[in-house]
């Protein structure tokens, strides 16, 4: 009687409001911190690379370049 009914309430779901985008940020970056980290470098070196196209600068542009295949992969 009694103890069923306590299981039965035990069992009930409870709500758990949505994490916000910050919350689950920190929570994947405090997971994988190397991702977000490898991500950022690779960006940098890809607009540097790019500047270094624009301005000509054909050695630092092919350096740029592979900074950044090193960053991704590596």
Same mark, same amino acid.
Request: glycine content about 6%.
């Given at each position: 009687? !009694?103890? %069923?009914?306590? @299981?039965?309430i035990?069992?009930?779901?409870? #709500?758990?409001?949505? !994490?916000? /985008?910050?919350?689950?940020? #920190?929570?994947? /970056?405090?997971? !994988?911190?190397? &991702?977000?980290?490898?991500?950022?470098?690779?960006? #940098?070196?890809?607009?540097?690379?790019?500047?270094?196209? #624009?301005?000509?600068?054909?050695?630092?542009?092919?350096k %740029? %370049? @592979?900074?950044? &295949?090193?960053?991704? /992969?590596?």
């Amino acid at each position: 009687g !009694e103890e %069923m009914q306590l @299981r039965q309430i035990e069992q009930i779901p409870t #709500y758990k409001p949505p !994490e916000t /985008f910050d919350q689950k940020l #920190y929570r994947k /970056f405090s997971k !994988e911190p190397l &991702v977000p980290i490898g991500c950022a470098t690779t960006a #940098y070196f890809l607009a540097s690379g790019i500047r270094s196209f #624009y301005d000509r600068d054909a050695i630092k542009s092919q350096k %740029m %370049m @592979r900074l950044r &295949v090193g960053a991704q /992969f590596g």
